[in-house]
């Protein structure tokens, strides 16, 4: 359960990423510098697996993390699969490990390395990819197959839901379109008021900006790319 949104120029990329967790997971911990083998990267990190669900590179490249649900998944109102297989009873490793490895390689992830990590280990999850020369690109793994997509190079949003998906993600993809009606270039101070709920307020599991019983939004990712540089900004909800 997460939203990320992007906004790319010329000269620049901005990403926008709020997660969505269950209520019982440890808090996650801020930013830090990590380092691979081929490069560097700043992630925030995971409080119970260790893992990240978003990294941004030295080099400019942005990676993103949301789970990806089945419909009879979302239904049972399943807030994360990062321990248990779906349907399977040996263990997943965390799909935050998969970022942090895939963030350390010198090179931007692509269908074969996704496929050479392993994927019959991890839940289904889509991976979003951009930087300022990689073309924004979604990889999703269903848990059988590994299938990717190019993204609209200027201005884009993707969003997950374990609750009533079919529902949820069509509704938050309309406001999206709206907020996009309204700000064909939007700034980062726009972006970040989207996803914090400024057209649609937080309390209902509809909301990009999300509260259930049983998860909620619980920090807001902002990543500035440009020619001078790569940063990150980071709050907890």
Known sequence: MCSVSWARRA???LVVMNRDERRDRAPARPPRRWRGNGEAFTAPVDGDAG???IAATDSGVVLALLNHYRPDDSAAGLASEEDAGVGSARRRISRGVLVTTLAADALPPDAERLRSAGLASFAPFRLFVAGLRVPP???TW???GLS?????PRLGFLT???WNARAVIPARHARFRAFARAHPRPTRA???AFHAGASDPRGTPWAVCMSRDDART????VVEVTTAGTTMRYRAV
């Open 11 to 13: 000269e620049s990329l």
């Open 51 to 53: 893992g990240t669900w």
């Open 137 to 139: 690109r979604v990889f």
């Open 142 to 144: 269903d848990g059988a």
């Open 148 to 152: 990717g997509r190019q993204l609209d």
């Open 160 to 162: 997950s839901s374990s």
């Open 190 to 192: 726009d972006l970040v």
């Open 218 to 221: 619980v920090s807001l990712t």
